[in-house]
């Protein structure tokens, strides 16, 4: 089993701040956590990933993620906001490789993130 | 290539008529999803496409019927829909567990 716990539903900064949106999550194997974001009315597009390689995962855009075992969390940061960065933020735990190619990803309730001038 | 394209982009239908929503992916990825996703909610998972072969079906209306012709497209086939069915239709693939998934821009959807 898996669950997504997104802390915060509502993430309010000025533009050049500092950006943390939290995440934490529980699973009963080693799992994959994807941290995505969606523009209004478009798709998700991936910002960065974790598979069990380095746990200070960099993505696009200067975001960063650091896997922390120990508190079952992968909280998304970047130093400085920007304005284009206002979005809607899923985080997402996915089970690890498996031998039959599919299965379900569990996504967080989502963090909207809004920059201010 | 590593797009999602999903056709239409917009849809306005009937709650008599009958479309389709279309997906398609040349990235060689053997599993292929539909989303339904409502304003400010996390896309909900419909169906999973495994090697061309439904594997999970998250007990979907039959008024949404998919299918998948061959490994690059995914279809879903729209009949009788209702008001509460307006939504954001996601589509994605991915290519083994535990990587990332690659979504389209979705359709969205207004039954009315």
């Known amino acids: 089993a898996q669950s997504v716990t997104q802390l915060d539903s509502h993430v309010s900064v000025s533009e050049g701040t500092p950006v943390l949106l939290r995440c934490n999550y529980s699973s009963s194997y080693s799992p994959s956590l994807f941290w995505y974001v969606q523009h209004p009315n478009k798709g998700l597009q991936l910002l960065l990933k974790?598979?069990?390689?380095?746990?200070l995962v960099k993505g696009i855009n200067g975001f960063e993620a650091e896997f922390k075992k120990s508190e079952t969390s992968f909280h998304l940061t970047k130093p400085s906001a920007h304005m284009s960065d206002a979005a809607e933020y899923f985080c997402?735990?996915?089970?690890?490789?498996?031998?039959?190619?599919?299965?379900?990803?569990?996504f967080g309730d989502g963090t909207t993130l809004t920059v201010k001038p | 290539d590593t797009e999602v394209t999903q056709t239409p982009k917009h849809l306005v239908m009937g709650m008599t008529n009958k479309k389709s929503l279309k997906c398609e992916q040349h990235?060689?990825?053997?599993?292929m999803y539909w989303y339904k996703q409502k304003a400010k909610k996390p896309p909900e998972l419909m169906f999973v496409?495994?090697?061309?072969?439904?594997?999970i079906n998250e007990s979907v209306p039959s008024r949404f019927s998919p299918e998948c012709p061959n490994s690059s497209l995914l279809n879903l086939h729209l009949h009788a829909l209702q008001p509460e069915d307006s939504a954001l239709y996601l589509c994605?693939?991915?290519?083994?567990?535990?990587?990332?998934?690659?979504f389209g821009q979705g359709t969205r959807l207004t039954v009315v």
């Open positions: 997402v735990v996915s089970p690890s490789r498996t031998i039959t190619n599919a299965g379900k990803s569990t």
């Open positions: 994605a693939s991915r290519g083994w567990e535990g990587t990332e998934a690659f």
């Open positions: 974790y598979t069990s390689a380095a746990t």
């Open positions: 990235m060689g990825h053997r599993a």
């Open positions: 496409y495994s090697y061309e072969k439904l594997s």
